[in-house]
């Protein structure tokens, strides 16, 4: 498990680079242009899996795929800020996007540029200085026609490529948006599939306990478990007093719980993991799926972003992913119902999807089990919510936001609701 965070404004502090740079500055300005040309001639171009920058800042910003840079001026001085891609490509690239005035701004000499080597991948800070940076300071040093040699190498993306990431969510107890836009809600008790791979790229489970006495249901526990070259890795989030606990790989990461910590990244088998706060907390895989969970003091919220590549690709609580919202209520079996189904039929349709103790992903507790999360005889409260007939108490409370009123009638609880 590799701990690391965004890389300084300085470049870094490793000795061999160190030498590198002081052998730079002793150059003529012609021995740069050599160099520079040398490189050029050399190098073979940067991969061309990198992601595809989102075409505005705003896109930018809530694109999990990416996070910000903080040594923007050094290499982008005209641009206003900054994003890298969090989690490498296949071959190892990254992409470096920068906006001025909330667009892209591409091409020498202060643009964006694809990273042959990622920053946050496995190869190395002297790979990335070597392949990277290096190159920029030889051929980007006040010289404009040697640094569109560099930008032929490590071109901008100018985004005309990029695709919305597909979005899904569970929040509360527990309402579901699969990526193909169909809200339902389903108050299962026990350990289920939400994203079954039929790939095996990655899969993810999640625990569903009672809240309170109440007919509710929130999901408390997340693990994903997800392939990564030649290994295998999991990943496991669980709801504690005060914080979310994370699980990699069955050993829970150690960091301090007072408020306030600042943001720390941990890379780890092709995942990014980013501990914005201790309640906020987002992951990126190689594989396309991006969440962000949040803390409640009953439930750990989940949106997740999904690459559009991966349609049809799994099944589970959150659909298919086909574009097609009449099939998403699918069983394992094949079996399809309606998307305006009642809620016994998608109980059932929920229940299908509840995990067999052999296929358990979770780390348990060292005195609880499989056993200890499933009832079989358990129903959820049958009441019927009527939301447009939601008491005054509600309506002053969540005004006509339906998950807010469900919440509120359900379980009673303010907080709750408003989560």
């Not at 690239?93 to 906006?99: L, M």
């Not at 943001?263 to 969440?291: C, P, Q, Y």
Request: aromatic share 12%; glycine share 8%.
């Amino acid at each position: 498990m590799t701990d690391t965070c965004s890389p300084p404004t300085t470049i870094s502090n490793n000795p061999q680079i160190s030498t590198f740079l002081n052998s730079l500055a002793t150059k003529t300005q012609a021995e740069i242009d050599q160099m520079c040309l040398d490189w050029y001639i050399q190098d073979s171009g940067a991969p061309t899996d990198a992601e595809c920058c989102p075409p505005t800042e705003d896109k930018a910003k809530v694109d999990e795929r990416f996070e910000l840079v903080d040594d923007l001026k050094l290499f982008n001085p005209d641009a206003d800020v900054g994003y890298r891609q969090r989690v490498p490509s296949k071959s190892g690239a990254g992409q470096r996007c920068v906006y001025k005035g909330g667009k892209l701004l591409v091409g020498a000499p202060s643009g964006g540029s694809v990273r042959k080597v990622s920053p946050n991948g496995d190869k190395g800070e002297l790979a990335f200085f070597r392949d990277d940076q290096l190159p920029w300071m030889v051929c980007c040093n006040n010289d404009e026609a040697n640094c569109k040699l560099f930008y032929e190498r490590r071109p901008s993306n100018d985004g005309s490529c990029y695709k919305d990431p597909k979005i899904g969510m569970i929040c509360g107890d527990p309402h579901f948006t699969t990526y193909d836009g169909l809200y339902y809600t389903f108050l299962g008790l026990g350990e289920f599939w939400i994203i079954k791979s039929q790939d095996s790229v990655f899969s993810m489970q999640g625990r569903f306990t009672q809240y309170l006495n109440t007919g509710a249901t929130v999901c408390t526990v997340y693990v994903m478990q997800y392939q990564y070259c030649d290994g295998v890795g999991t990943i496991q989030l669980s709801l504690m007093k005060d914080y979310i606990e994370i699980m990699i790989d069955g050993q829970i990461v150690q960091f301090d719980t007072t408020p306030n910590q600042p943001k720390r990244t941990i890379v780890h088998k092709g995942a990014n993991i980013a501990i914005n706060s201790l309640k906020d907390i987002s992951i990126a895989f190689a594989s396309g799926f991006a969440f962000r969970f949040t803390y409640d003091p009953t439930v750990i919220n989940m949106v997740s972003q999904l690459d559009p590549k991966l349609k049809g690709t799994f099944k589970g609580l959150f659909g298919n992913f086909d574009d097609n919202q009449d099939n998403e209520l699918t069983y394992p079996n094949g079996k399809i119902i309606p998307k305006d189904s009642n809620d016994k039929d998608i109980f059932d349709f929920g229940m299908s999807w509840k995990i067999l103790c052999e296929d358990s992903l979770f780390t348990y507790p060292s005195d609880k089990g499989y056993e200890s999360f499933h009832d079989n005889k358990y129903v959820p409260n049958p009441i019927k919510v009527a939301v447009e007939n939601a008491s005054p108490q509600a309506k002053e409370v969540c005004g006509e936001n339906h998950e807010c009123l469900f919440d509120y009638t359900v379980t009673g609880n303010r907080e709750m609701a408003l989560s």
